[in-house]
């Protein structure tokens, strides 16, 4: 039992690590803005068209960049379910951690 928790903790790290090279992007507003996240959930950079700053007021922008993120992050989470899925399947009868 301890030699498999130690196995899932070791392959725990595998993952973040491997996670944290990971890119993956979220865009709004037919990618006048882009954010590029890893697969940890972490906010790598963001980039704004700027088209935006001549049309659209400041709030507007704001509103774009949260929606970007969001869903970079979103696709950041997919990867790392999809990442600890297949872990579990292989650690554990019936894949649950």
Same mark, same amino acid.
């Given at each position: 039992?301890?030699?498999?928790? @130690?196995?899932?903790?070791?392959k725990?790290?595998? &993952? $973040?690590?491997?996670?944290e090279?990971?890119s *993956?992007?979220?865009?709004? %507003?037919?990618?006048?803005?882009?954010?590029? @996240?890893?697969?940890?959930?972490?906010?790598?950079? &963001? $980039?704004?068209?700027?088209?935006?700053?001549k *049309?659209?007021?400041?709030? %507007?922008?704001?509103?774009?960049?949260?929606v @970007?993120?969001?869903?970079?992050?979103?696709?950041?989470e $997919?990867?790392?379910?999809?990442?600890?899925?297949?872990?579990?399947?292989?650690?554990?009868?019936?894949?649950?951690?």
């Amino acid at each position: 039992m301890f030699g498999k928790l @130690a196995e899932a903790q070791k392959k725990m790290q595998e &993952i $973040k690590s491997r996670l944290e090279k990971v890119s *993956v992007t979220g865009q709004a %507003e037919n990618g006048k803005v882009v954010v590029e @996240a890893t697969g940890n959930n972490r906010i790598k950079s &963001i $980039k704004v068209n700027d088209s935006l700053f001549k *049309v659209g007021d400041r709030e %507007e922008v704001e509103e774009l960049i949260a929606v @970007a993120a969001n869903r970079a992050l979103d696709a950041a989470e $997919k990867v790392m379910q999809a990442e600890m899925a297949a872990v579990s399947k292989d650690l554990l009868p019936g894949g649950m951690i």
